[in-house]
């Protein structure tokens, strides 16, 4: 019987489109895998085996009419408990949120649907979906399959750990501060943080969020190989009007040349010399297949950083406090409050302030793409930290949020981001960040295979 699970998604897709492979059959392997390593990991927290069925004969149903069954023909891929799909609750980690079933797909769901996916299971998050580690009181403690010692990442650790562990092809994400390149990166898999405004996404069952949320929020996908990632992308990428935030923008933008900065220490950064090493490394890959590199700075992430805080808990504390405090979750209740000491409260004054220098470094960062079309940076300055590092103590959470500035920093200017995998230390992944202006997914895409055809292929792994 062929192992499904350890195919990408584009092949599973050819071979089901083709006929080579039936969508059932794709499904029950995804099934099996998944009742064969989740126990350890405990990445996926909802899943309804009839219900995995009913959609792959469907989508075999189709095919057999010799209609199309979309791009994405009988991949099973898994969606994040913190957006909406019809018949699942919406929890985002939280027992407050247990009965909050969805009676509609958010657009991202929506798109992957007609795309012909296969919605194999719900993945696990922090509560609220902040923290860069995946524990919460309903659904309980996510594990990185590589190492069950260091921290899945978060806030979509049990999406990152599904995908490293073959459970789905694909895995959906959302990012505010890095909770897709951050959990990519610590499962050892690729990420995609794309631009505001490229993948529409709307929770229909809950309120719109505040101009915080809205400016620097996202969906987008984690897989193991970056075609699966450009695929994924692809699909959910699709028109939906319910965004407002969404634009009709071209795939790929004009030529640009070969041309990457390196950025070993990003505005001042600490960066352990094992990221450093990933770092020259991913540089030496492209150099090597006829790019120019250069050893720069980038332009601000500290003040923007701040700047994402600052309005993101602006958000929080006009009510999602309240919320805190009846979860009584532990980990939240303590995260917030290292945030809110590192935060001052703001007034209105501050508030406009913050969105008026945005548009300062949204200038300045596109300005610098015009020189360098990808700059190569950290994913975060250390490997992936100890599992549960953020909440030992004050000074453990202020050295992490540190060692994440160009996860924080990023999201202020709406900018993409996509997490590449490159290698190990020891049993730990590793790999690098690229960066990209503003609807240069295909650069980043591009640039990603060139340092992905160069190393290891990135192929999933039993939980250690």
């Known amino acids: 019987m062929t192992a499904f699970w350890r195919l990408p998604a584009t092949e599973i897709a050819a071979l089901v489109r083709t006929r080579k492979a039936s969508a059932t059959e794709v499904a029950r392997d995804a099934l099996a895998r998944l009742d064969a390593t989740n126990p350890a990991i405990n990445a996926v927290v909802d899943h309804r085996p009839a219900a995995v069925l009913e959609q792959a004969a469907r989508i075999d149903a189709v095919i057999a009419s010799g209609e199309d069954a979309g791009p994405m023909a009988g991949v099973p891929v898994t969606i994040k408990v913190n957006v909406d799909q019809a018949g699942f609750a919406t929890t985002n980690g939280l027992r407050l949120q247990q009965g909050l079933v969805a009676q509609q797909d958010n657009p991202v769901v929506a798109n992957l649907r007609r795309a012909g996916a296969v919605l194999l299971g719900r993945t696990n998050t922090p509560a609220f979906s902040l923290r860069w580690f995946t524990r919460n009181s309903l659904h309980g403690h996510t594990k990185n399959p590589h190492d069950a010692s260091i921290t899945p990442g978060g806030s979509s650790g049990g999406a990152a750990a599904a995908v490293a562990a073959g459970i789905g092809a694909i895995g959906h994400g959302t990012d505010i501060g890095g909770s897709i390149r951050y959990p990519a990166y610590a499962c050892g898999v690729h990420g995609l943080r794309p631009t505001l405004g490229r993948i529409p996404a709307w929770n229909p069952s809950g309120a719109d969020r505040h101009i915080g949320g809205q400016l620097m929020a996202v969906s987008g996908p984690i897989a193991r190989t970056i075609g699966d990632v450009a695929l994924a992308y692809d699909a959910m990428r699709a028109r939906d009007i319910r965004d ?11 030529p640009a040349p070969k041309r990457a900065a390196l950025c070993l220490a990003p505005d001042g950064m600490a960066v352990q010399p094992a990221v450093q090493d990933a770092l020259r490394d991913a540089a030496s890959r492209l150099e090597k297949a006829g790019w120019t590199i250069e050893e720069v700075d980038t332009p601000p992430l500290r003040r923007p950083a701040e700047l994402q805080a600052m309005l993101w808990l602006a958000e929080s504390r006009r009510g999602l406090n309240r919320a805190l405090r009846e979860e009584d979750d532990p980990d939240a209740s303590f995260v917030f409050a290292q945030m809110e000491a590192l935060c001052p409260m703001p007034d209105l004054d501050a508030l406009m302030d913050a969105l008026q220098v945005r548009s300062g470094f949204v200038r300045q960062w596109m300005e610098f ?12 300055g250390e490997l992936p930290f100890r599992d549960q590092e953020d909440v030992e103590s004050p000074e453990a959470f202020r050295r992490i949020i540190e060692a994440q500035l160009t996860q924080v920093g990023l999201p202020l200017m709406g900018l993409p981001g996509l997490t590449v995998a490159t290698g190990l230390v020891g049993t730990v992944p590793v790999g690098v960040q690229l960066l990209a202006a503003r609807y240069r997914e295909d650069l980043l895409l591009d640039a990603g295979a060139v340092i992905e055809a160069a190393g290891a292929s990135v192929a999933p792994v039993d939980p250690r």
């Open 244 to 254: 407002p935030w969404w634009v009709d923008v071209p795939h790929a933008g004009p």
């Open 369 to 380: 793409f015009e020189r360098f079309p990808i700059a190569i940076t950290p994913v975060s």
